[in-house]
């Protein structure tokens, strides 16, 4: 359940394993203030949870609709990050595959330019990328870093029990 107050959001690091090691997906916000950021800029699919939310199902609609497919393979937890701003982030580690090419992203709503009375749609996520997780660790936002660790931490350990 989610305090009054607080915002917390649920998110996927969707990854995937090939001939170079694992890779995650990450989403570049849309809209004019992230246009040209680019390190530091990236984050994982993710939403705002509501007042008696379910974390994972809010992280599955949030992927489906910043990406515009549905993810419905299993997903494990990954834990709590704070971001700078305070914003909590929960997040879910999944397997699967995606064609970052063919996102669907929805839209919002923002007066742009400022003051100028227009109000102008744009994407929630301009484009999503596969990235290595040092190159992950470059791109997204500082607060979620944590989550890179976690996931290569439930990889390895995965792996001994195998």
Do not use: C
Not at 58 to 75: D, I, K, M, N, Y
């Amino acid at each position: 359940m989610t305090p009054r107050g607080s915002r917390i959001s649920a998110g996927i690091v969707l990854y995937r394993r090939g001939a170079a090691g694992v890779e995650v997906l990450l989403v570049h916000p849309g809209g004019p203030f992230w246009r040209n950021k680019d390190a530091g800029a990236w984050s994982i699919p993710k939403g705002e949870m509501e007042e008696g939310d379910v974390p994972e199902a809010v992280a599955r609609r949030e992927f489906h609709e910043e990406l515009g497919t549905p993810l419905t393979g299993p997903l494990e937890p990954l834990g709590e990050v704070r971001q700078k701003a305070g914003k909590r982030v929960l997040a879910f580690a999944g397997e699967g595959e995606i064609d970052t090419g063919a996102i669907v992203s929805n839209t919002f709503e923002l007066e742009w330019p400022p003051k100028s009375g227009r109000t102008r749609s744009f994407p929630e996520v301009d484009r999503a990328g596969w990235f290595s997780l040092p190159d992950a660790r470059t791109k997204i936002l500082a607060g979620q870093a944590p989550l890179l660790d976690r996931l290569k931490e439930l990889l390895r350990h995965r792996e001994e029990e195998e």
